[in-house]
Nanobody, 124 residues
Framework: QVQLVESGGGLVQAGGSLRLSCAVSGRAFSSYAMGWFRQAPGKEREFVAAISWSSGRTYYADSVKGRFTISRDNAKNTLYLQMNSLKPEDTAVYYC?????????????????WGQGTQVTASS
């Protein structure tokens, strides 16, 4: 089992920045792919970004490319999502997720482990 706990959400004005953190614990996850997803009210959960825990290779949704950065700190067992130039349409509950596979998938169905989510609100 892998446990994931997100933090760092909040309210920010459009154009501002936030950094989300996801503390990872449990079985060895060096071969895992990690991802961030988000879900706005009345909408389906959508992919934001993914990273290979071992290699650091990344993959982004077009909607956040150039504004968001996914990273991980192996020593702290923590996953991050740096969000800059936030827009009102970025408002959602953000989830971190893990899958026991090196492939960087953008499909939520392929991630077995999920955190509880953290709310991000970008006001106009």
């Amino acid at each position: 089992q892998v446990q994931l706990v997100e933090s760092g959400g909040g309210l920010v004005q459009a154009g501002g920045s936030l950094r989300l953190s996801c503390a990872v614990s449990g079985r060895a996850f060096s071969s895992y792919a990690m991802g961030w997803f988000r879900q706005a009210p009345g909408k389906e959960r959508e992919f934001v970004a993914a990273i290979s825990w071992s290699s650091g290779r990344t993959y982004y949704a077009d909607s956040v490319k150039g504004r968001f950065t996914i990273s991980r700190d192996n020593a702290k067992n923590t996953l991050y999502l740096q969000m800059n130039s936030l827009k009102p349409e970025d408002t959602a509950v953000y989830y971190c997720a893990a899958r026991n596979n090196l492939y960087l998938s953008g499909s939520s169905n392929e991630y077995a482990y999920w955190g509880q989510g953290t709310q991000v609100t970008a006001s106009s």
